[in-house]
């Protein structure tokens, strides 16, 4: 069974064909419906299988050695949930949804399958992985170093370009879909602190809220405060060598050119 399942990770670095997008489509079994706040795998499961994400906000999180929680990663529509238990033998991870979320699980014998018979499939995933994993090394300094105001401000910064990116977000901002606990958990404050810092963003007028809806008024001055470092996707890989090299072909289902 095909999945719908978002390909703009998989399409950044040009290097895969329509047919490659297909086959990773078609790794997924039959979507599952999650409520909100069902486990969709919990930290410890010898669950050996990742699932991609068709819709709705998960959180990836960890128990301390006291008992409470951290919340480690945020996926959006478009991310693979539990890849980095795949070297583990069980999970490192309790992955929840946030939101009602829907998601379809892929054995790791047919991503193995998959990488092992197409090098431009692996690459395009290992680079991936790097992209993400860039995204968390940024967050943990700013948790570790930054401001309580600036940690906030980043956050928003960040969900803001993801959304757009896969098409959920407007010039009217977006729906934050995270309670004030969630953030907290997310960037190690309290959830009154959380709430004391989106004040201040909306009165330095660099935010505003109605509801769940956010909206950027300034968003060059809310980069500046967060110290967030522009950073782009290569597209080139010409170290990969000839074999390798991207040729262009028609773009496919709306998600920009692909290149092989």
């Known amino acids: 069974m095909t999945t719908n399942f978002p390909t703009y990770r998989l399409?950044?670095?040009?290097?895969?064909?329509?047919?490659d997008v297909a086959r990773i489509q078609a790794l997924g079994e039959p979507p599952q419906r999650i409520?909100?706040?069902?486990?969709?795998?919990?930290?410890?499961?010898?669950?050996?299988s990742v699932y991609f994400l068709l819709e709705g906000w998960v959180a990836a999180s960890m128990l301390l050695w006291d008992g409470e929680r951290q919340i480690v990663k945020l996926h959006l529509p478009g991310d693979m949930?539990?890849?980095?238990?795949?070297c583990f033998d069980s999970a490192v991870d309790t992955v929840t949804a946030l939101t009602p979320a829907v998601v379809s699980r892929i054995p790791l014998e047919r991503i193995g399958a998959l990488m092992m018979t197409s090098p431009a499939i692996a690459v395009t995933m290992l680079l991936a992985a790097q992209e993400e994993r860039t995204v968390l090394m940024d967050r943990l300094a700013a948790v570790g170093r930054a401001s309580a105001l600036a940690r906030v401000a980043a956050l928003l910064i960040e969900l803001s370009d993801r959304l757009h990116r896969i098409g959920?977000?407007?010039d009217d901002g977006f729906d934050l879909a995270l309670t004030q606990e969630q953030i907290g958990d997310l960037l190690a404050l309290t959830p009154v602190h959380v709430n004391r810092m989106l004040r201040q963003l909306q009165e330095l007028g660099l935010v505003a809220r109605r509801g769940r809806r956010v909206r950027l008024i300034d968003p060059s001055a809310l980069?500046?405060?967060?110290?967030?470092?522009?950073r782009t996707v290569s597209t080139d890989v010409s170290w990969l060598g000839r074999?390798?090299?991207?040729?262009?072909?028609?773009?496919v289902n709306g998600d920009g050119p692909l290149r092989r």
């Open 11 to 19: 399409t950044a670095t040009s290097l895969l064909t329509p047919a």
């Open 243 to 251: 074999d390798m090299q991207p040729v262009a072909i028609p773009p």
């Open 223 to 230: 980069r500046r405060l967060a110290a967030v470092r522009p």
């Open 168 to 170: 959920h977000g407007d």
């Open 81 to 86: 949930l539990g890849s980095t238990s795949m």
């Open 35 to 48: 409520a909100r706040y069902g486990v969709i795998r919990s930290e410890g499961s010898s669950d050996r």
